[in-house]
């Protein structure tokens, strides 16, 4: 009995699948008698480049073809379709490579034929010799006229330059996910077979884009009694990946080597599947995986990261390199996949940025939903630190509480926070200026840690060295260090003001300016006020203090209870975050250079 793939090999190019810009080249040609003396076919195997050189052929010495089909049924298509035709001769280039093979090709196309054109398939034409190659040359150069040549490749770069000049190339491509679940149905229902939807879904992810592997694998199922084997689930390598768990990585590990799967080969496949994943979120059009899966795919890639999902490939593929001369592979597979799925090392700096990538998914998704979830109970929790919001009784998350309209009646007032034990009473200068009342569309001042959680990494570090102020609730103004610093940020201006609009549904005008500005935010924190004793160092109890910089920040709801006894939280600057960044370096004045 004949394999699927052999049985269901197509006859003529309305057959051929996913390789539409071939059949109308080849067809077109032959409808005008224009046909090629020198063809290159390059592409994955599986995709039909010996198949279209075969109907190529019949096409060629066809008694009965009609637009560029052959009929099938004439003496000379049925010979072709038997192997036993004079007018083709197939090479395979992979065996018969030496120089004397392709002299004896010349010497047998210079001979007559029965029919109009006596065609040459060379198949893995880039496994010739250089001698060999040099050989065939001068005869594409200047074949006899009743002569085609179709040369037949899945690597065409290793072919010389000077054959490709002198042939028409034409590129086969995989087939499309959909095509082949078409075909794969038509196949299972013209033989009579019974195949599960779960295991036609496996045959498709097996098959790759590959019609003859795809067939192939379908074979296998039907074998099998039509129904999905337990296969390895490449998700539990994954899951293992983002959770940071080692010991679930290692046990997938075990489980597919008791299925009989060589490490190298799931290395592989492993690859592969995070290469579908990052296509996902850059180039969706690209991936060869049914729609539902390539949803499920494309959602553990989000959580996942590029950054992370490129790091998995490089150390998976300096794996496979390695496990070329290991006499254990699954040893080194295993620590691969350990080092991906441990903590970073803080030696490892592709690791690092992977493990912050993650972080600032979390924060972000974290920024976003309490941006619209309801105010859960104090202590609040300050998104862009981590840590507990000054004032106990101050609003939780980044977007303030709306203020009721004036025409309704006034919210009950909010009860103060009850705390175990009596605190040292405030110094009456820190409340005798009235709290500010928060306008309905919110203060941009105090939404900017969630604006500046949702802008890209690069813009995030221009404007994490900016202070921020919001004289008016339609204006943010963002002090820059220096000119050139004000210079970057301005090129990004329309980037900030349409993130106060998706964040906060502000329309706000930015304005970047020169200079400090005085103990404003910064990088989205709030720098605490001075303790009651230093304040009443500064000014008398009965005298309110002077108008400053600090009255700018939203007090809405702070509790002055906690202001005593909270520590000043210090700005770090630009030099000691570098030297942080790199340890045991120096730092060298620039006078000392000259």
């Given amino acids: 009995m004949q394999s699927l793939y052999r049985r269901y090999r197509p006859r003529r190019f309305s057959e051929l699948r996913g390789q539409d810009h071939i059949v109308r080249a080849l067809r077109n040609s032959v409808i005008n008698q224009r046909e090629g003396q020198a063809y290159l076919f390059s592409g994955p195997r599986g995709t039909g480049k010996t198949s279209t050189a075969r109907i190529l052929a019949k096409v060629l010495n066809c008694e009965n073809q009609i637009d560029g089909e052959p009929c099938c049924t004439c003496d000379s298509c049925l010979a072709v379709e038997a192997g036993t035709s004079y007018d083709v001769i197939e090479l395979d280039a992979a065996s018969n490579n030496g120089v004397e093979d392709v002299r004896d090709l010349i010497d047998r196309a210079a001979l007559g034929s029965p029919g109009r054109h006596r065609v040459f398939i060379l198949d893995e034409v880039h496994m010739l010799s250089a001698a060999a190659e040099a050989a065939l040359l001068k005869t594409l150069e200047e074949p006899p006229g009743h002569v ?13 330059e000077t054959i490709r000049s002198r042939t028409q190339h034409l590129q086969f491509h995989l087939l499309p996910i959909h095509e082949l679940e078409e075909h794969v149905k038509f196949v299972i229902k013209d033989a009579g077979l019974e195949v599960t939807a779960e295991a036609i879904e496996q045959v498709l992810v ?49 489980f597919a080597v008791q299925q009989g799967r060589d490490p190298r080969t799931l290395g592989e496949e492993l690859i592969r599947h995070l290469r579908e994943a990052f296509l996902t979120q850059m180039a969706p059009e690209l991936v060869q995986l049914p729609t539902e899966r390539a949803e499920h795919v494309a959602q553990w890639a989000q959580r996942m990261g ?83 919001k000054l004032g106990g009784a101050a609003s939780t998350g980044p977007i303030p509480r709306p203020a009721a309209p004036a025409a309704t009646a006034a919210p009950s007032p909010t009860p103060p926070p009850v705390h175990p034990e009596p605190r040292k009473a405030p110094a009456p200068t820190l409340n005798t200026k009235p709290q ?133 939280v210090p700005v770090e600057s630009t030099i000691d975050r570098i030297t942080k960044a790199f340890p045991g370096a120096k730092l060298v004045d620039e006078k000392d250079l000259k």
């Fill in 148 to 160: 085609v040549f179709v040369l037949a490749t899945t690597d065409p770069q290793k072919v010389s």
């Fill in 206 to 254: 097996q098959g790759g884009g590959s019609a003859r592997d795809t067939l192939s694998a379908l074979e296998l199922v039907v074998a099998a009694g039509g129904v999905a084997e337990e296969a390895v689930d490449l998700d539990e390598f994954i899951e293992a990946i983002i959770d940071g768990d080692p010991g679930r990585s290692l046990a997938a590990v075990a």
């Fill in 306 to 388: 590029n950054g992370t999902i490129v790091r998995a490939m490089e150390v998976l593929g300096d794996t496979l390199v390695e496990m070329r001369r290991a006499p254990d592979a699954r040893l080194l597979l295993e620590v691969a996949l350990m080092k991906l799925a441990s903590p970073a090392d803080p030696s490892n700096l592709s690791g690092l940025v992977a493990r912050l990538e993650r972080l600032e998914q979390t924060v972000a998704r974290g920024a976003v939903a309490g941006a619209s979830a309801p105010a859960p109970t104090p202590p609040p929790v300050d998104p862009a630190t981590g840590r507990a």
């Fill in 436 to 568: 500010p009342v928060v306008s309905t569309s919110g203060n941009p001042a105090e939404v900017w840690p969630a604006v500046l959680t949702s802008l890209k990494p690069l813009v995030r570090a221009l404007y994490s060295a900016c202070a921020v102020s919001s004289p008016s609730p339609d204006t943010v103004v963002l002090s820059a260090p220096n000119a050139v610093h004000q210079g970057k940020c301005n090129e990004h201006a329309a980037v900030v003001k349409a993130a106060f609009a998706s964040v906060a549904g502000l329309d706000v005008a930015v304005n970047v300016v020169v200079g400090e500005a005085g103990d404003k935010i910064r990088s989205g924190t709030p720098r605490t006020a001075p303790s009651s004793n230093t304040q009443r160092s500064k000014a008398p109890t009965d005298t309110p203090p002077a108008h400053s910089d600090i009255d700018d920040i939203d007090h809405h709801d702070i509790d002055p209870n906690e202001l005593s006894d909270l520590p000043t």
